[in-house]
């Protein structure tokens, strides 16, 4: 479009310019005996239409670039856009990758922990009542784990005069401790906190928590995991 324009331009301003010429020419002897201010009146109204017609010309290839510099302002802008989006869908799936290793690592941290760690569970012991109207019963302390180290077996409130007991070491393995109670027959339901805390192999201390229970209709003391691998 821009060549265009120039291309019509020069050819106007030729043919324009011929004309003239041509006018000059034909009538000489009329413009040699112009007078100097006659001859600026006529050069004047001779080459203003010229001027005239570069200054349209120009004023359309300004507003042709302009429209070309608008259409590239938007076709970046356009590219800004979808360069975000892009930007924006590749930032969200390095989190999912770093949320799914996140939560990989996780699961192998999980399973070393299980690896190393004691199984502990308890079973009731035997009950026998005594004729000073108590109860002597026990709770059998299991590993089916790894080595538990440093045991001790805590209850909140207290089996009677059963605070804290130590039991030393369970292996790797099916062994087990015993834990021994002497309590008053009582007509109500007796509930605590039993926690267990040990040395484990990777030298960590850990606590174990568990819900006790004694029913009165059933006075043995069952215990029920409830927190457990806490630091």
Same mark, same amino acid.
């Given at each position: ?20 010429f041509t006018k000059v020419f034909l009538n000489f002897d009329a413009f040699q005996a112009l007078k100097l201010n ?67 690592l996780l699961l192998q941290e999980l399973e070393r922990e299980r690896a190393i760690s004691p199984k502990l569970t ?22 089916? #784990? ?7 077996v805590s209850f909140e409130p207290s089996i009677a005069d059963v605070t804290s007991v130590a039991l030393g070491k ?21 509930? #605590? ?39």
């Amino acid at each position: 479009m821009g060549k265009k324009l120039e291309l019509w331009g020069a050819i106007g301003t030729a043919v324009y310019l011929l004309v003239i010429f041509t006018k000059v020419f034909l009538n000489f002897d009329a413009f040699q005996a112009l007078k100097l201010n006659e001859l600026g009146d006529f050069l004047a109204g001779a080459f203003g239409p010229v001027a005239f017609f570069w200054l349209v010309l120009g004023f359309l290839q300004q507003g042709r670039e302009l429209r070309l510099s608008t259409d590239a302002l938007q076709i970046q802008a356009q590219e800004l856009r979808n360069s975000v989006e892009q930007q924006s869908i590749m930032a969200a799936a390095a989190t999912q990758q770093i949320e799914a290793h996140k939560a990989t690592l996780l699961l192998q941290e999980l399973e070393r922990e299980r690896a190393i760690s004691p199984k502990l569970t308890s079973i009731p012991g035997s009950r026998r009542g005594g004729g000073d109207s108590n109860i002597y019963t026990s709770i059998q302390i299991n590993n089916s #784990g790894e080595e538990a180290r440093d045991l001790v077996v805590s209850f909140e409130p207290s089996i009677a005069d059963v605070t804290s007991v130590a039991l030393g070491k369970l292996l790797k393995g099916a062994t087990s401790r015993s834990i021994e109670f002497v309590y008053p027959v009582s007509k109500e339901d007796r509930e #605590g906190t039993c926690t267990i805390r040990y040395l484990r192999s990777d030298g960590k201390y850990i606590l174990e928590k568990f819900d006790y229970k004694i029913p009165a209709v059933k006075p043995f003391v069952y215990i029920e995991k409830h927190i457990s691998f806490l630091p």
